[in-house]
């Protein structure tokens, strides 16, 4: 008797145990593989919108650059430049493309900052983040300023447009930062919980 009263204990604790990992409540939480599977996913997407919005940004000021370099005939306002066929198509391109990279920084800003609180980062590294995202927000509304100075005093380039090629290194650098602070961060699976320290 004694024997079969333990064998039927220990059959109903797990057939209890089973009820509980079957039970809705157990499947909606993710274990720590899901959860560190799910950030690395959210990392992943973070850094290359990041790397994606520095290299249409800082390609776009490297075109512009060589459009400026192509010598001007005649004299403002009536100047022109023949530039080639594969910088005009280039900055079409890019133009056409202005508007979307233009709103990238500021959903990034957001996203980075819940990617980095996913990961139990620290606060400082929460508030490096949100200093380079901040900084590629400065680099991008620069660029419109001096977009629209130009549109407005008539003159697209100045021959040699060295601040554009500055714009350029500019978004490469907010970009590299962005995608530093992102990929320094450890799975939040392969960090200690306070139990395990």
């Not at 996913?41 to 919005?53: E, N, P």
Request: net charge positive; aromatic share 8%.
């Amino acid at each position: 008797m004694p024997g079969q009263l333990r064998a039927a204990r220990q059959r109903g604790e797990r057939e209890c145990h089973d009820c509980r990992m079957d039970s809705p409540a157990a499947a909606a939480v993710p274990t720590p593989v899901q959860a560190g599977s799910r950030w690395r996913t959210s990392r992943k997407f973070c850094v290359s919108l990041a790397v994606v919005w520095s290299l249409l940004g800082a390609s776009m000021c490297a075109v512009l650059f060589a459009v400026s370099l192509v010598p001007e005939t005649g004299s403002y306002p009536d100047y022109a430049r023949s530039v080639p066929r594969g910088l005009v198509v280039a900055a079409t391109v890019f133009e056409v493309g202005m508007l979307p990279r233009a709103v990238i920084p500021v959903p990034l800003l957001i996203a980075g900052r819940k990617c980095l609180r996913r990961s139990r980062a620290g606060t400082r590294r929460v508030a490096a983040w949100t200093a380079v995202a901040s900084g590629g927000i400065v680099v991008e509304a620069v660029f419109w300023f001096r977009l629209f100075h130009f549109m407005n005093s008539g003159r697209w380039l100045y021959p040699r447009s060295w601040h554009v090629l500055e714009l350029s290194a500019g978004f490469l650098i907010a970009g590299v930062a962005m995608a530093g602070v992102l990929l320094g961060i450890a799975s939040p699976a392969s960090r200690p919980t306070p139990s395990d320290r």
